[in-house]
């Protein structure tokens, strides 16, 4: 039954969540389980929360091109663009060459009508 389906998507959500803040317990710095996390926070539509979870895999590992990136989107994702922007723009050097981050960084840009900051990811 339909109905019956469903349940078992919730029983699977709660089981997620349960293994996630497990593995957080146990290894509180492994950015991929904070990134884990914070993907499970945004299916269950707790946003804000999500975003201090990517917060947290990014100053975990900085150099990972993924986590910033998906930083600075929920960061957009609950208006806070300016932010996002700003945090960008001073790693943008960081990150040469990378097509993503210069994407994300040139969306924003354009969003906020930062033609200076355009033109900066515009040469990523």
């Not at 497990?22 to 290894?27: A, H, R, S, T, V």
């Not at 960008?88 to 097509?99: P, T, V, W």
Request: zero cysteines; aromatic letters at 8%.
């Amino acid at each position: 039954s339909p109905s019956r389906g469903l349940g078992d998507v919730y029983k699977r959500q709660a089981n997620a969540e349960k293994i996630l803040k497990k593995g957080l317990n146990k290894l509180p710095k492994a950015s991929s389980v904070l990134y884990a996390y914070g993907l499970h926070l945004i299916r269950e539509q707790k946003h804000q929360q999500a975003v201090l979870q990517f917060q947290r895999a990014h100053l975990v590992a900085p150099a990972v091109d993924q986590y910033l990136y998906t930083y600075v989107l929920s960061l957009d994702n609950i208006g806070q663009s300016e932010q996002g922007l700003t945090l960008l723009i001073e790693l943008h050097k960081s990150f040469q060459g990378n097509k993503m981050i210069g994407e994300i960084g040139m969306y924003l840009s354009k969003k906020l009508q930062n033609k200076a900051a355009y033109e900066t990811f515009m040469k990523l």
